[in-house]
Structure formats: structure tokens, C-alpha cells
């Protein structure tokens, strides 16, 4: 079983700007996505997605605009990158795959995880 290593967390102040990484793609993940969870028992949310093959990107209503997905194909790793961070974004951050082309918000659609990475903002 693939195990996707995140990395990038860290602790941050409110308006820092912070990048995530997460590899290796492998070829089976036709699709990778960020997904959070904010401490104290909180659910997992889903944060973006992105296309492997062509790039395309979806993401959560709320963080639009301050978060956005990318992929590098030749390194195989997935990035996200955060700006105007507030102490809401506070989270433990995962890197997902799955199989299927469509972009999908739903946890349980990806096959494959990594351990996540922690991200804290103090505000």
C-alpha cells in the first residue's frame, strides 16, 4: 500500500503564508486532494482537489481565493499553497489520492492517505 508523506506544517502567525507538500504521486491516483481537520474532535473538511492529468482544480467555497492546489508531474508531488492564514485554518492537514478522474469533496471516495502534517496559526 502506497503511504503519502506530507510535509510543510508548522507553527505560523495569522496573515503568514505557508506551503505543503505531498508525494509520491503514484499512477494510479488520477485525482489527489487536501483535506483538514481542525483540533478537538472536529471532522474531517475537505479543502481542494485537483485533475492529475490536466490540472484541474476544485475547491471548498470558503477557502477559495487563499488556498490553492498545484502539482508537479515530473517530482510526482502535490502541493498547497496558503496565504492570509487565520487561526481558523489551524488543523492537522492529509493529502489524498484516488482512482477516479472526477474530482471528488468526499473523504471516503480516496483510496489513499498519508499521515498528515499539523498546521497552527496564532492569531
Known amino acids: 500500500q502506497v503511504q503519502l508523506v506530507e510535509s510543510g506544517g508548522g507553527l505560523v502567525q495569522a496573515g503568514d503564508s505557508l506551503r505543503l507538500s505531498c508525494a509520491p504521486r503514484?499512477?494510479?491516483?488520477?485525482?489527489m486532494a487536501w483535506f483538514r481537520q481542525p483540533p478537538g474532535g472536529k471532522e474531517r473538511e475537505f479543502v481542494a482537489a485537483i485533475r492529475w492529468r490536466d490540472g484541474t482544480t476544485d475547491y471548498s467555497d470558503s477557502l477559495k481565493g487563499r488556498f490553492k492546489i498545484s502539482r508537479d508531474i515530473a517530482a510526482r508531488a502535490l502541493y498547497l499553497q496558503m496565504t492570509d492564514l487565520r487561526s481558523e485554518d489551524t488543523a492537522a492537514y492529509y493529502c489524498?489520492?484516488?482512482?477516479?478522474?472526477?474530482?471528488?469533496?468526499?473523504?471516503?471516495?480516496?483510496?489513499?492517505w498519508g499521515q498528515g502534517t499539523r498546521v497552527t496559526v496564532s492569531s
Open positions: 503514484t499512477p494510479d491516483m488520477n485525482s
Open positions: 489524498a489520492g484516488r482512482d477516479g478522474l472526477i474530482l471528488s469533496t468526499r473523504g471516503a471516495e480516496y483510496d489513499y
